[in-house]
Every structure is written in structure tokens, then in C-alpha cells.
T-cell receptor, first 111, second 112 residues
């Protein structure tokens, strides 16, 4: 079974601190890996997509890395702000077009 | 583009009633997905379509659930009859050939 795990389940940091969110997947034959943000009561917003041939992707303060051999992806958020408070989900896509989601990491950035 | 559009945003119905959820994907996207999110089970893929054709419905929980995509710009997810355990947030997502998925705002369904 293609399982995706996110640890920790929750994280609280003071404003300005860098955030490191971890994602691991059991099946390394991924097609791509996608990071999403979900605000309470809202839908999922795509943050970054990393193709299986890539090692990292960057967008503004966000950087995501992918290591297929170890089955890991990491999302870095630099200089966190209270507006970064949300749940972050990673999802691995396989050739069957099915996204396998982690349970998410809920981030609170304290002002 | 307006993104993926879902309606209604909230639905409250009584057990046994028929519920129809609607989705308009992003124009030009050839894949459409229906997901369900609950606290207990997280996000689950129910069914997905490619070029309006259902490809995999193995996630559909029971025969009470059905989905259609009559054209490239419209899809429905129907539950008949509805039960309290169907209460969840239902998301529609669409994807271009790059396979990046874009989600709609969801429909919060409450079955009493």
C-alpha cells in the first residue's frame, strides 16, 4: 500500500522562525509529489509540485526537496509569519493518477 | 480562470434524501477527481475521470454513490439515499496533463 506519513502532526513556532515540515512515503516509484496548504473550512491550495526527476522546487519563501531513494520530502518555510498558520499536506502521485495524502501538519505561528 | 467551482458550498439534508453535488473543472483540464475528507479518515479519493470517462471508481464506498461527467465542464456526485455517516467535506479537483491537481472549495455535507 502506498502510505504517506507526516510528522509532527502539529507544530507551534514564534514568528520569524524557519519551519521544517517532513513527509515520508513508502513507495518510491512516485510520479510527482505535491505540497498543499489548507486553511480551516477551506479547500486545498497547491503550493509546490516536484516532479520525480527533480530534487527541489522553490517559490518565494517556500522550498521543497525530494529524495526518492529515502522516500522523503521536506517543505521549508523561511521567516515564518502568522499568516502561514494552516495545515500543510503532502501528497504523492503514482502512475495510476491517484494522490496518496498524508494526514497533515498543523502549523501555528505565534506573533 | 475562476478555478474549480463547486456547488452548493453547504448542504444539510435528512437521512434517506438524495444529494447531488456539482463541479465545474478548470477549462482545459482533462482529469477530474472527487475526494471526501473526514477527521477520521482524512482525504480519500472516490473516483476520477479522464476526458469525461470514469477511470477508477474503486474508492466509491457503496452503490449509494454515483458520479457522472456528461461533458468536459461539468460533473456530479450523487448520494441516494443519504446516511448520517456520509457527512463530510466533498472536494472536486481537476488536473492538466502535468498532473498538478487543483482543488475546489469543497461542499460541506451534513446528513441528519
Amino acid at each position: 500500500k502506498q502510505e504517506v506519513t507526516q510528522i509532527p502532526a502539529a507544530l507551534s513556532v514564534p514568528e520569524g522562525e524557519n519551519l521544517v515540515l517532513n513527509c515520508s512515503f513508502t513507495d518510491s516509484a512516485i510520479y510527482n509529489l505535491q505540497w498543499f496548504r489548507q486553511d480551516p473550512g477551506k479547500g486545498l491550495t497547491s503550493l509546490l509540485l516536484i516532479q520525480s526527476s527533480q530534487r527541489e522546487q522553490t517559490s518565494g519563501r517556500l522550498n521543497a526537496s525530494l529524495d526518492k531513494s529515502s522516500g522523503r520530502s521536506t517543505l521549508y518555510i523561511a521567516a515564518s509569519q502568522p499568516g502561514d498558520s494552516a495545515t500543510y499536506l503532502c501528497a504523492a502521485l503514482y502512475n495510476d493518477y491517484k494522490l496518496s495524502f498524508g494526514a497533515g501538519t498543523t502549523v501555528t505561528v505565534r506573533a | 480562470d475562476a478555478g474549480v467551482i463547486q456547488s452548493p458550498r453547504h448542504e444539510v439534508t435528512e437521512m434517506g434524501q438524495e444529494v447531488t453535488l456539482r463541479c465545474k473543472p478548470i477549462s482545459g483540464h482533462d482529469y477530474l477527481f472527487w475526494y471526501r475528507q473526514t477527521m477520521m479518515r482524512g482525504l480519500e479519493l472516490l473516483i476520477y475521470f479522464n476526458n469525461n470517462v470514469p477511470i477508477d471508481d474503486s474508492g466509491m464506498p457503496e452503490d449509494r454513490f454515483s458520479a457522472k461527467m456528461p461533458n468536459a465542464s461539468f460533473s456530479t456526485l450523487k448520494i441516494q439515499p443519504s446516511e448520517p455517516r456520509d457527512s463530510a467535506v466533498y472536494f472536486c479537483a481537476s488536473s492538466p496533463p502535468t498532473r498538478e491537481q487543483y482543488f475546489g472549495p469543497g461542499t460541506r455535507l451534513t446528513v441528519t
